[in-house]
């Protein structure tokens, strides 16, 4: 209060001198006085209704002493726990100039943090998995977290609409993880862009007029151990605990019922974006 006094001072002296509106000085009155103003400013950017013009951002950014060259980087986070998840986190990120929790949807979590200076995808990796870990640890609860690319302030809305497609593509796709950011989706941010026209075009030249691959939970479980040691059956045969014969035998067998010798790398591309393809109409 006494550092708004002071301002609310300091302007009606300008405002008597000529040297501002009457207009300007409420403006920034009601900027410096509002309870919760810094998160009510990311809250508007976010939702599109930036600042009508330059001058007026940077005169929202001085009042609300926030650095005006700063990058920032929105997460989304999954939970069924928005509260009890934004109460733990503040402990951590408590400087509402370098963390806001703007308000998100139902089973969501929205945190708005700046960015360090250097190697910011690194650090919003590493912000995600702490995320991550934190809540699981003490809510018990397993979570996922997508995050956009750095932006300016002006950007927040972009990089709002950038996590909520980083944590859908996450979740359709790669159930695997619990975070990612929206530079990092790979095939998924791919496929997740077409058409679902063209999706089932796609499954229908490959495997027919049911559009499907129907394979099983024990074939999945081979397929995608295989995927994950890059083809190498030696390793994949040892991680399934079987002899390199029998996985063999089982990729013959997968051959002759989708037609891809997954062994073969074109073969094993059009597997893997034919999964994916499946989950996305799934969805």
């Not at 009606?12 to 920034?28: H, S, T």
């Not at 919760?36 to 001085?62: C, W, Y």
């Not at 870990?133 to 609860?141: A, D, H, K, P, V």
């Not at 002759?256 to 010798?261: E, I, N, P, Y």
Request: proline share 1%; hydrophobic share 40%; glycine share 6%.
């Amino acid at each position: 209060m006494d550092r708004a006094k002071r301002l609310e001072d300091a302007l009606r002296d300008l405002e008597k001198a000529g040297r501002i509106g009457a207009e300007e000085v409420q403006y920034l009155l009601d900027v410096m006085q509002q309870e919760d103003s810094v998160e009510q400013f990311f809250s508007e950017l976010i939702r599109g209704m930036s600042a009508k013009d330059e001058n007026e951002m940077s005169r929202r950014t001085k009042g609300l002493e926030l650095p005006s060259d700063a990058g920032w980087i929105v997460y989304h986070i999954q939970t069924d726990y928005p509260e009890e998840a934004r109460e733990l986190l503040g402990q951590i990120y408590s400087d509402p100039k370098e963390a806001v929790f703007p308000e998100g949807d139902s089973g969501m979590l929205r945190l708005v943090h700046m960015a360090a200076d250097q190697d910011v995808r690194q650090q919003a990796k590493e912000t995600a998995e702490q995320i991550v870990s934190m809540i699981n640890t003490e809510l018990m609860e397993k979570v996922y977290v997508g995050y956009s690319d750095v932006c300016e302030l002006s950007g927040l809305h972009t990089a709002d609409v950038q996590a909520a497609m980083a944590l859908e593509i996450l979740r359709t796709f790669y159930e695997e993880r619990l975070e990612a950011g929206y530079g990092s989706l790979g095939i998924g941010r791919l496929v997740y862009s077409i058409r679902k026209e063209d999706c089932e075009a796609f499954l229908e030249e490959y495997f027919g007029a049911e559009k499907r691959l129907d394979l099983s939970e024990e074939e999945l479980q081979t397929v995608n151990k295989f995927f994950e040691k890059n083809l190498n059956i030696s390793e994949t045969a040892r991680d399934l605990f079987m002899h390199r014969n029998t996985l063999v035998y089982h990729l013959e067998k997968l051959q002759k019922k989708t037609g891809l010798d997954i062994r073969r790398f074109d073969d094993a591309m059009t597997l893997k974006i034919a999964l994916m393809v499946e989950r996305f109409l799934a969805v």
